[in-house]
């Protein structure tokens, strides 16, 4: 490796910062970039904790000069495109930067706009969500001021980051009701767009007994498309089993909403992106590599990534090393050695206190990391949850060690 060869890492949440500092141990210093503009750092796990008011936000933020990896040049900009054929990537300010290899770390956008009201009804007439920082004290102020009504809980189509994260924060405003004596004047709702409370079976069965147990009630098939706000009206799209669409409309008092999500526009918008099918406009990768399809100097890693796995942190903490092996291997024009098997892990919370720890790869292969039935509501996997992966998160995998 020398200093002609350029890499440069798009993106700087914990996909860019991992693979920064895995790369900063072996390649020499001035030869990476990462581009970025934000100057927080951000743990988002711990943002359905915090909407519940078991932790304060603020835990979730660090500034992220205190993550750039010594020897790594940060530009603090935004990408607008992205030239493969050129290898060559241009900055907000008009700024084009050439590089030999590129690392995508863009993860994904919000697409709030795909639901009419929704945004700028964000933490006024009972609607709120956990998926924006700013918004997160207005959740815990809901859940805790909340008088009794419908409380529905929405969960858009995947792909989405942290699949589990709807059902989280449905569980714990379930106990937060039934600490203010608010749960019997309560209905509380799941609206979800997909067939079943969960993709992998196991896990499913285990929290179709929880919903059962907190008297929560399903709404399958049922795709938030719109919020007539000053009514507190929330408008479905509405599935039947034989494929049939209708539309609904159902009051509320409370409305948490997870927003539909893409990649990036200059993803979307560029060759790199997945021309067709069920990764469409998703960075084209291969999914046990990481390394795109059509141009082998690029490689993806995190929420942009086109792989059927779940979006969560857990999955670049074992993308991360992946990528690093392969780029390595890319640069010396070896053979890709190194293989992502899909592995993925959702702590559900279900209480305070107690968390079914899902962990599986592609194709649903259950992938336990502990010698116990992984469908189990467990005070250990709590402890897990709380204390120790936000740990190992800021001192381990941001620094290239976990």
Not at 180 to 192: L, M, P, V, Y
Not at 373 to 397: A, F, N, T
Request: hydrophobic share 40%.
């Amino acid at each position: 490796m020398t200093q002609s060869k350029r890499i440069l890492i798009l993106g700087a949440g914990s996909g860019g910062i991992s693979v920064a500092s895995r790369l900063a141990k072996v390649i020499p210093a001035g030869a990476i970039t990462i581009i970025d503009p934000s100057e927080k750092h951000y743990y988002q796990p711990l943002w359905t904790l915090a909407g519940a008011g078991v932790v304060p936000k603020e835990m979730s933020e660090k500034s992220q000069q205190d993550f750039i990896p010594s020897g790594v040049q940060w530009i603090r900009d935004s990408v607008v495109h992205i030239d493969p054929e050129r290898k060559q990537v241009q900055l907000t300010q008009g700024n084009k930067l050439d590089y030999d290899f590129l690392v995508v770390a863009l993860g994904l956008r919000l697409c709030w706009e795909n639901i009419p009201g929704a945004k700028e009804s964000l933490g006024t007439n009972g609607v709120c969500s956990i998926y924006e920082y700013d918004q997160v004290d207005k959740v815990s102020q809901m859940l805790q001021e909340f008088r009794g009504g419908n409380a529905i809980f929405t969960m858009p189509p995947v792909p989405i980051k942290c699949a589990g994260a709807p059902q989280k924060i449905m569980y714990l405003a379930d106990e937060i009701f039934r600490q203010n004596g608010t749960r019997e004047k309560s209905r509380i709702f799941f609206a979800t767009a997909g067939k079943a409370i969960f993709g992998i079976p196991v896990f499913a069965q285990a929290l179709e007994k929880v919903v059962k147990r907190k008297g929560i009630e399903p709404l399958f098939q049922h795709q938030l498309i719109g919020i007539k706000a000053d009514k507190k009206i929330a408008i479905f799209l509405v599935t039947d089993h034989e494929g049939h669409q209708s539309q609904k409309e159902v009051h509320y008092e409370l409305l948490h909403i997870v927003p539909p999500m893409a990649a990036p526009h200059m993803i979307t918008e560029s060759p790199l992106a997945e021309q067709d099918g069920d990764q469409k406009g998703w960075l084209s990768v291969d999914k046990f590599t990481l390394q795109h399809k059509q141009f082998k100097n690029v490689f993806g890693i995190g929420d942009v990534t086109g792989v059927p796995n779940s979006k969560t942190g857990a999955a670049i903490r074992k993308q991360a090393p992946v990528v690093v092996a392969n780029l390595m291997s890319a640069i010396k024009g070896e053979e890709l050695a190194s293989k992502y098997d899909g592995y993925s892990s959702c702590p559900l919370v279900t209480q305070v206190g107690k968390v079914i720890l899902a962990e599986f790869g592609y194709d649903g292969t259950l992938m336990p990391t502990f010698p116990v039935d992984p469908s189990k509501e467990r005070r250990s996997m709590w402890i897990l949850k709380r204390y120790l992966l936000p740990w190992m998160y800021w001192e381990g995998m941001l620094k290239g060690r976990a």
